[in-house]
């Protein structure tokens, strides 16, 4: 197939397109390799998929936030399916930063929307996040639940995109999958996320930020299982035959949980942590922040009894494999 991957320079599109790029396929990755994180470590993914893919993988840089810029882009180039993970992505960040969620999250999803209408897209799969569920106090959070009362900006971007993402399915009849992804880590991460932030501060002996005075609980899942449950649901667009899909849509449109269906203790992690480290992590108890959730869990019945999804690295063996990541890019 030929896929056209956004944000493909970011932790899921890269080691997504590496995985398309391993099993034969061609990929288009666009990134506009903003400075949210450090752009060499976005520039370093973009080189290792060059490297791995040769000739059937090709790198756009540009904001797909601009329709025009977008259009004048994939002018003259031909993809059958797309994977939208691109997005401005924290939760505490879009409450310093509103402005640049709505122009990412929601213009950019729109324009992305429009891409795969006027392109006759097969099917397109599309990042949400597991910060949809919000205040709900039910565990594991399951698709069918109600997500009325997001706590985040970030997390109302992502409601409002399933949102459009279901008109455009019923009014183009557009397959559409979107995934609520529930706290992703593992080799080549973002250094904004949790586990990258607590592996610098131990191995350098600062003190670890723990909110919520570290009673705070997290559907840890390893990248591999997040990019085999991209790929399962890449390969099986929905059917436009009128029945319920997960998430409750009779349109082409479906909704997954992609977690490790856990819900681990925070500090159970720190203390994987420390002995990956080889060390005792400082720990700083602080207050809940604001837009934060005290915990998450991912109910996966449907995108497991539908595709055979099944998350295979728990955190006993994913996190030293981080650490081990994290020396190994680090020199150290």
């Known amino acids: 197939m030929r896929i056209l991957i956004t944000g493909a320079a970011g932790f899921i ?6 995985q398309l790029l391993a099993r034969g396929d061609q990929v288009i990755g666009i990134d506009n390799l903003n400075d949210y994180y450090q752009v060499s470590l ?7 998929l060059t490297e791995a893919g040769g000739n059937r993988f090709s790198f756009i840089q540009q904001d797909f936030a601009d329709p025009q810029g977008l259009e004048t882009a994939l002018a003259g180039l031909e993809f059958d399916r797309i994977v939208h993970l691109g997005a401005q992505a924290g939760v505490r960040y879009s409450i310093e930063n509103p402005h640049s969620y709505v122009q990412s999250n929601l213009v950019g999803h729109l324009n992305m929307l429009e891409l795969a209408r006027h392109r006759q897209i097969g099917h397109m799969v599309y990042a949400s996040s597991s910060s949809v569920y919000g205040g709900n106090r039910k565990l594991p959070f399951a698709v069918d639940d109600r997500v009325d009362h997001p706590l985040s900006l970030y997390a109302a ?3 409002a995109d399933e949102l459009m993402s279901e008109t455009y399915a019923h009014l183009y009849r557009l397959p559409l999958t979107g995934l609520r992804f529930f706290t992703v880590y593992g080799p ?4 904004d996320m949790m586990m990258w932030i607590f592996t610098r501060k131990i191995l350098a002996g600062e003190p670890i930020p723990l909110f919520n005075h570290g009673d705070m609980y997290r559907d840890f899942t390893f990248i591999d299982d997040i990019v085999s449950g991209v790929i399962a649901c890449l390969n099986n667009p929905p059917p436009d035959d009128g029945a319920e899909k ?8 479906r909704l997954y949980n992609i977690g490790n269906n856990r819900s681990e203790h925070l500090m159970k992690v720190v203390g994987l942590l420390e002995e990956a ?9 602080l207050p809940m922040q604001p837009g934060d959730v005290q915990r998450t869990y991912a109910d996966i019945e449907a995108i497991r009894g539908e595709l055979g999804y099944e998350p295979a690295t ?9 650490v081990e990541w994290f020396h190994q ?4």
């Open 188 to 191: 080549w991460g973002r250094p």
């Open 13 to 18: 599109g890269a080691a997504l397109a590496r």
């Open 277 to 285: 480290c080889g060390r005792k992590a400082e720990l700083e108890l």
């Open 329 to 332: 890019y680090h020199g150290s």
């Open 246 to 253: 997960a998430g409750g849509s009779t349109k082409p449109h």
């Open 314 to 322: 728990n955190i006993e063996d994913g996190v030293p494999r981080f």
């Open 42 to 48: 976005k520039q370093t993914r973009r080189a290792r």
């Open 157 to 159: 971007t992502k409601k």
